[in-house]
């Protein structure tokens, strides 16, 4: 999965990909998630590409989202229960609700959780 466009947060790709994979485990572990408006746009493409890749059938899928996504409780979940719940859905599995300000920086801060 190629993630060179988008937003660059303000990060080197590495750092970059390190805060997605984080926030995506964060986010598929809860299923909900406060961060900033940036950030949660950001991280909803990069987690619904997750789920979409784990759709597909196989090893091959398996192994994609591992490359992504290292805690094995959140890849068993994200195969166990995830993936069955959006069978029939195709995208638009993260909802992002904006959540007003944050007191220190008057960031715009967002809450991005999984569709049920």
Same mark, same amino acid.
């Given at each position: 999965? =190629? %993630?060179?466009?988008?937003?660059?947060?303000?990060?080197? %790709?590495?750092?970059?990909?390190?805060?997605?994979?984080? #926030?995506?485990?964060?986010? #598929?572990?809860?299923? =909900?998630?406060? !961060? %900033?408006?940036?950030?949660?746009?950001? #991280?909803?493409?990069?987690?619904?590409?997750?789920? !979409?890749?784990? *759709?597909?059938?196989?090893?091959?899928?398996? @192994?994609?989202?591992?490359?992504?996504? *290292?805690?094995?409780?959140? @890849? =068993?979940?994200?195969?166990?229960?995830?993936?069955?719940?959006?069978?029939?859905?195709?995208?638009?599995? !993260?909802?992002?609700?904006?959540?007003?300000?944050?007191?220190?920086?008057?960031?715009?801060?967002?809450?991005?959780?999984?569709?049920?």
């Amino acid at each position: 999965m =190629k %993630t060179f466009a988008g937003r660059k947060l303000g990060r080197p %790709t590495g750092h970059r990909m390190a805060l997605l994979r984080n #926030l995506a485990v964060s986010l #598929l572990q809860n299923e =909900k998630l406060e !961060t %900033t408006l940036p950030k949660a746009k950001e #991280l909803s493409r990069f987690a619904d590409k997750i789920i !979409t890749m784990a *759709k597909r059938e196989g090893l091959n899928s398996h @192994r994609s989202v591992a490359r992504f996504i *290292k805690p094995d409780n959140v @890849r =068993k979940k994200v195969f166990d229960v995830l993936v069955p719940r959006y069978q029939s859905r195709h995208g638009g599995y !993260t909802q992002i609700i904006k959540s007003g300000r944050r007191m220190g920086d008057a960031a715009e801060m967002a809450v991005i959780r999984l569709m049920s």
